[in-house]
């Protein structure tokens, strides 16, 4: 049985400056532990099991010599019913310090998701898309929210708003929110299942994206109108213009018409080899869609239109705008077709290309689908399909530009009606 103290007061406790122990009585094994630094704390000896343990009461002046006390005798107390006062308050600190390791906010989840992924993305804006989605619509709502309070509820705020006017967004930023809370779980960040998951769960509170988008087709020119407007375009001044009508001679998209360059050309062989990527670091990304590369063969009118042209001297895109040799803006081509009153838009030339494969030639549709770089049949089919058909397509872009030269308005005027008997 350990001795017990002469019980000091207050005023006894605050004159107490040597180094050492000093019991303060009241509370068998209580003491105030003072070191070399002059800090002071409360410590009490005990036996627990069998063993002498020391347990840490708080320091003085913070902790008074009354409130010691009372620690003391509470943890005797459980001394006596047979519980380790020392080992509970141990796993009680743990699980505090593990559920702050889980106060990460929804916001550092999803940088971290981003940082984490952007290596395996192909198109290297998909960083940036997901970060101002993100900063635009989730971040205000829940950007500051510990990860693992997100809710439905949440979600739904975030959503609600844009669901029925901005559907590709909302329905974009809903898989990004999902795929951070399930990052999330995957780190124990959080746990129960995913707020931001549709099928038996948005799908219950929110329309069918499939049935409240508004699909908006590019406005395109008629199969019957390319000729005349051919002919237009080739009496149009400037760079923009020439792009164009390499556009609709080749039918690529314009973001590939913009950055093309000399070096991709094969004057011999006719052919415009689109890298699938850029391969610089200016943060372009891709240059086909698929990140695939793609051969296109150029017909007799796009091989006299690129002789036709000056190169310019301090780059080499065949198309550069006239600022110092930068790529032409994404615009550019837009504001042509509107200054000249044409209902369409360049990428619409790619539907018009695929109505006059459909109609007006026996070509397969595989072939047509090649020629607009599209990726034909599923897995097994592309297994077996490995040719690009480049022989093929270079007779159908060549009668696609013959058919651009033509004015099928003007051939139809020129038709005599046969007359009755």
Not at 138 to 160: C, E, K, M, N, Y
Not at 229 to 255: C, N, P, W
């Amino acid at each position: 049985m350990p001795k017990i103290a002469k019980e000091m007061g207050a005023l006894d406790v605050s004159r107490l400056k040597e180094v050492g122990f000093h019991a303060v009585g009241g509370v068998a094994g209580l003491g105030l532990q003072i070191v070399e630094t002059g800090a002071k704390s409360w410590v009490l000896r005990t036996m627990v099991g069998g063993k002498r343990r020391k347990m840490g009461l708080g320091g003085f002046p913070d902790v008074t010599l009354a409130t010691a006390r009372e620690k003391a005798r509470q943890a005797k107390l459980k001394v006596h019913d047979g519980e380790d006062p020392i080992d509970q308050r141990r796993s009680k600190r743990q699980a505090l310090k593990a559920s702050r390791a889980q106060d990460v906010t929804f916001r550092t989840c999803a940088e971290n998701y981003i940082t984490a992924h952007s290596p395996e993305w192909t198109n290297k804006k998909h960083a940036g898309q997901w970060t101002r989605t993100l900063e635009t619509y989730a971040f205000p709502v829940i950007g500051d929210l510990w990860v693992r309070d997100v809710t439905v509820s949440h979600v739904l705020q975030i959503l609600q708003p844009i669901w029925l006017t901005k559907t590709t967004t909302a329905v974009n930023v809903r898989g990004r929110v999902e795929a951070v809370l399930s990052s999330a779980k995957t780190l124990g960040l959080r746990s129960g299942e995913n707020p931001a998951a549709w099928k038996d769960n948005l799908d219950n509170q929110l329309a069918s994206p499939n049935k409240v988008k508004k699909v908006r087709h590019h406005p395109a020119i008629p199969v019957n109108e390319v000729g005349a407007f051919m002919a237009d375009v080739r009496q149009q001044d400037g760079m923009s213009a020439k792009a164009l009508e390499f556009l609709i001679l080749t039918s690529v998209r314009s973001h590939n018409v913009r950055h093309a360059t000399w070096p991709e050309i094969d004057f011999e062989t006719k052919t415009w080899a689109i890298p699938g990527e850029d391969g610089d670091d200016d943060g372009n990304g891709q240059r086909m869609k698929s990140g695939v590369a793609h051969r296109v063969p150029l017909s007799k009118q796009a091989i006299k239109l690129l002789n036709g042209l000056n190169r310019v001297g301090n780059t080499d895109l065949i198309f550069p705008s006239p600022r110092k040799g930068a790529q032409l803006s994404d615009m550019a081509m837009n504001k042509l077709m509107r200054d000249m009153s044409a209902n369409g838009v360049p990428h619409g030339f790619r539907s018009t290309f695929k109505d006059w494969a459909l109609e007006r030639t026996n070509f397969q549709h595989e072939i047509s689908e090649k020629a607009l770089a599209h990726t034909v049949g599923d897995a097994v089919e592309r297994a077996y399909l490995r040719s690009d058909a480049f022989e093929k397509r270079h007779r159908m872009m060549q009668q696609w530009a013959d058919f651009c030269d033509k004015d099928q308005k003007t051939i139809k005027d020129k038709v005599v009606p046969i007359r009755a008997a």
